[in-house]
């Protein structure tokens, strides 16, 4: 409660054809109180498409649970070539800490049903996260992103990277992301996250 957590990140790919092309994000949360945190999620890929969304994240599970369930409810405005309409996500979150001989980490996984105005189906949305945390020291970390509309090919994305801890409230972290979708790729991500004492 009373905490946010900010995160922004750029990425720059270059697809098969030889064209460079870059996404830009950022994602930003306040603790509204120990039930409700509210944030907003901003996003644009290259000229051709992103989204601007608020969202509010209540927990599922009791406090200190093994297992920490939350649910977070996204709406607001997505555009492809400058056409906006209206998005709206539902995402289901579980994480796990746990403790090995290089020190503790954390694993998540996020399940998201994703609509934009406009769309023939739903999008859903399955990611994975696992890394550990070495204080001083560059931190391992690997996501997995996958999604999938009906009628069009599963497409993912695999970004293993390394965190840098800046401060004790900052960190950068830098990460290879390997694509596949309409067209593979391969791409450079650079991250800032800050959480306020």
Do not use: C
């Not at 750029?10 to 996404?23: N, Q, S, V």
């Not at 931190?139 to 801890?165: N, W």
């Amino acid at each position: 409660m009373g905490q946010g957590f900010a995160s922004a990140s750029a990425t720059l790919r270059e697809t098969k054809t030889g064209e460079w092309r870059h996404e830009l994000s950022y994602f930003g949360e306040y603790g509204w109180s120990d039930r409700l945190t509210i944030g907003v999620d901003l996003n644009q890929s290259h000229h051709d498409s992103g989204h601007a969304l608020l969202f509010a994240r209540i927990p599922l599970s009791k406090q200190n649970s093994a297992v920490p369930l939350a649910l977070a409810i996204s709406a607001g405005g997505a555009h492809f070539r400058g056409d906006w309409g209206g998005m709206y996500r539902v995402t289901l979150s579980a994480g796990h800490g746990f403790q090995t001989e290089h020190g503790s980490g954390w694993a998540s996984i996020d399940a998201t049903y994703e609509y934009r105005h406009g769309a023939d189906d739903p999008t859903w949305k399955l990611d994975a996260t696992v890394g550990l945390n070495n204080p001083g020291r560059l931190s391992p970390m690997l996501q997995i992103e996958t999604s999938k509309t009906s009628g069009q090919s599963l497409s993912y994305a695999i970004i293993p990277s390394l965190r840098h801890e800046i401060s004790a409230h900052q960190e950068v972290v830098f990460g290879l992301e390997y694509t596949e979708a309409d067209q593979r790729s391969l791409g450079l991500r650079v991250r800032s996250e800050e959480a306020p004492a």
